[in-house]
């Protein structure tokens, strides 16, 4: 008796994009800091082909305030020629905050005080 089977469902499928564990560190560190602040509560980790997020919520219900993406290298390439393409984006609200080449350069965006805007 023989069966039919389909290459696409054995084919290997891309590797998802993970942080590394110095990265995770990092990226824990400064949730645990901001959490003892109550100025965070959850956070959620997405891990893809394309590209590794780390979402900050404030409440679980919510929206996240901040994505902290690794991005690689074929979403750097689908970009547009004039943003600089780095590895490292942070977005708060559809808003691109920070882009850079390392997380250190990235994650320095949450040390500058952040001010309230009321609208």
């Given at each position: 008796m023989t069966t039919v089977v389909r290459f696409s469902d054995h084919r290997r499928k891309p590797p998802y994009l993970h942080f590394t564990r110095a990265e995770l560190n990092q990226l824990l560190g400064l949730y645990a800091g901001r959490v003892r602040k109550?100025?965070?509560?959850?956070?959620?980790?997405?891990?893809?082909?394309?590209?590794?997020?780390?979402?900050v919520f404030r409440h679980t219900q919510e929206n996240p305030l901040f994505v902290i993406s690794k991005?690689?290298?074929?979403?750097?390439?689908?970009r547009s020629q004039n943003i600089r393409q780095g590895q490292y984006v942070v977005v708060?609200?559809?808003?691109?905050?920070?882009?850079?080449?390392?997380?250190?350069?990235?994650?320095?965006i949450f040390d500058r005080p952040m001010k309230l805007v009321t609208g």
């Open positions: 109550g100025e965070w509560r959850d956070y959620a980790i997405h891990l893809g082909p394309e590209a590794a997020s780390f979402m991005l690689g290298a074929g979403k750097a390439r689908a708060s609200r559809q808003h691109k905050l920070c882009q850079g080449h390392s997380l250190d350069d990235v994650l320095g």
